[in-house]
């Protein structure tokens, strides 16, 4: 595997080319406390509550008064790039580039779309009842970390590489599989023990990966 080239590279979204997303302004919206929102999120980074039971409960207090589906759109649209993510995928455009994501689909192809992206994969998905928010749904039955392998795989055949080919941008704990299956995580900033483990390259920045691919 060490031989072979990169010839397609994959990212994780929030947290690698996005610094902040909407998150928070979505909750506050949708009535969710920031201490509860702030306890779900740090329950999830512990591995104490799993990503579907987090979505959830999320769900579950926006249904007291559930925003409007313009609202939420507009609220989507309300993330910012990290320092350089937008020369990044323009000095990248000789690979085939896919954006891989936990994160809701239409935000995700809304950073695509900026960017210049094909390919993009969003694992939830926000049902609506009419104009008002109804739920929180999935793209797939797999988990969130078998599901980004999902996408990968897919994306691997649409553009004719194997997954070994791939290198796989991410920062948190649900890109270990992704890792796994590419052979091939860079990882940025820290991440935990087990994804350090997993993890091809580790980078402190964007940038570096123009030395690694």
């Given amino acids: 595997m060490a031989d072979k080239p990169i010839k397609a590279i994959a990212f994780d979204v ?9 998150w928070g302004a979505l909750n506050r919206a949708g009535g969710l406390p920031e201490a509860e929102d702030m306890h779900f999120f740090e329950l999830y980074v512990e591995g104490k509550l799993g990503y579907r039971d987090w979505m959830g409960k999320i769900a579950k207090t926006y249904q007291a008064n559930p925003p409007k589906k313009d609202e939420v759109e507009k609220i989507l649209q309300m993330y910012a790039f990290a320092p350089g993510a937008e020369d990044l995928i323009r000095n990248l455009s000789r690979y085939p580039l896919a954006l891989i ?7 995700v192809k809304c950073v695509a779309e900026r960017l210049g992206i094909e390919h993009a994969y969003g694992y939830t998905t926000i049902e609506y009842d009419g104009d008002r928010f109804s739920g929180i749904g999935f793209q797939s039955e797999a988990t969130e970390l078998k599901a980004k392998v999902e996408a990968l795989e897919d994306f691997a055949g649409k553009v004719g590489v194997s997954l070994d080919e791939i290198a796989f ?4 704990r649900n890109d270990l599989e992704a890792f796994t299956a590419t052979g091939r995580g860079v990882l940025i900033g820290e991440g935990n023990e087990e994804l350090r483990r997993a993890a091809w390259k580790r980078i402190g920045g964007l940038n570096e990966i123009l030395g690694i691919v």
Avoid: A, M, Q
Avoid at 101 to 107: L, V
């Fill in 14 to 22: 929030d947290g690698t080319l996005v610094r902040e997303n909407f």
């Fill in 101 to 107: 994501s936990s994160n809701i689909d239409t935000y």
């Fill in 169 to 172: 941008v991410g920062d948190s």
